[in-house]
């Protein structure tokens, strides 16, 4: 049973700060993405990162980052792509996890600033997403992909993206992952008044923009919808207080069907990104998380 934090005090402060305000309602999420993009928010990593060394490249319009483990010693990379209804920018949270994972991994993160909605979308960040595994795969050796709701919706299409093109990503890491952007799985009704962070109305807003031309139901969209086989290993963190769960539910099935290596960790009661917030759950999903890395690319150095 979740603790204290993660069952009553973090479900609180969302209600109470009226986190799912731009999700429960599509005018309000219209006028975000309005003032997003009159006013996009600062998106540099904290000072006080641990453990690694930090730096920024500008490639074809992205600000790349690399967190370089600060003792130098490579064992390979991750890209990692971060959370935000794809119209919110990346936060203190995700540079932190970002950080443990360089530091105490010997992996060697990529962390691009992809464009947001109302000027991205997925036909372009996707592409975009699969040269950067590429190119880190080519520089740091094998190379992972990670990310946390819109971002890991952006790292599951990636890695089909990358199937497709004969490239097995060694595992992907998706932490509360928005699968079908069309949230038409009939199980999210009965999730909704349970969950404090996100909603249908907006949320639909914003999964229609992030579309762009392309079908809601296209698998650069809803990877959901992608072929899962072929796929290399994938770990799933969901909470039962997630609108996203009832899908992340699906998703095992179909990996599983797909002979797909599942590592599949669901907790009861537990919110949206629960890896990323305070509380024993979400820090002993950060511990997993690293234990995880290591031992694949312990299995990866041991097969080369």
């Known amino acids: 049973m979740p603790g204290v934090l993660s069952r009553f005090l973090i479900p609180g402060f969302l209600r109470v700060t009226r986190r799912n305000r731009n999700y429960v309602d599509a005018e309000r999420a219209r006028a975000h993405v309005r003032e997003r993009g009159l006013r996009p928010l600062a998106y540099g990593p904290p000072r006080d990162l641990r453990g690694v060394e930090v730096s920024v490249a500008h490639e074809r319009g992205w600000p790349i980052y690399t967190l370089t483990p600060a003792d130098g010693i490579s064992r390979g990379g991750l890209v990692y792509a971060h959370g935000g209804g794809w119209v919110g ?49 080519e520089r740091h050796g094998p190379t992972f992909l990670a990310g946390d709701s819109a971002g890991g919706q952006i790292a599951l299409s990636t890695a089909q993206y990358l199937r497709d093109a004969g490239h097995t990503v060694p595992r992907t890491i998706l932490i509360s992952p928005a699968l079908d952007l069309t949230l038409e799985n009939p199980d999210i009704d009965a999730v909704l008044p349970r969950d404090p962070w996100l909603g249908r109305d907006g949320g639909l807003v914003f999964g229609r923009m992030w579309s762009g031309e392309l079908s809601m139901k296209d698998p650069l969209v809803s990877p959901l919808f992608g072929d899962f086989g072929g796929l290399g290993p994938i770990t799933v963190f969901t909470g039962t207080r997630d609108i996203l ?10 990996a ?49």
């Open 256 to 304: 599983r069907a797909a002979g797909v290596d599942l590592d599949y960790q669901e907790e009861s009661g537990l919110v949206h990104v629960y890896p990323l917030t305070p509380g024993s759950e979400g820090a002993a999903a950060r511990r997993r998380i690293i234990t995880t890395l290591r031992a694949e690319l312990d299995a990866v150095h041991s097969i080369s």
């Open 89 to 137: 920018e990346i936060a203190s949270q995700h540079w932190r996890l970002a950080a443990r994972i360089a530091a105490q991994t010997h992996l060697v993160v990529t962390v691009p600033i992809y464009p947001l909605i109302p000027f991205g979308t997925a036909a372009e960040v996707i592409p975009r997403f699969a040269e950067l595994v590429a190119a880190a795969d």
């Open 245 to 254: 769960n009832p899908d992340a539910r699906l998703l095992a099935a179909k």
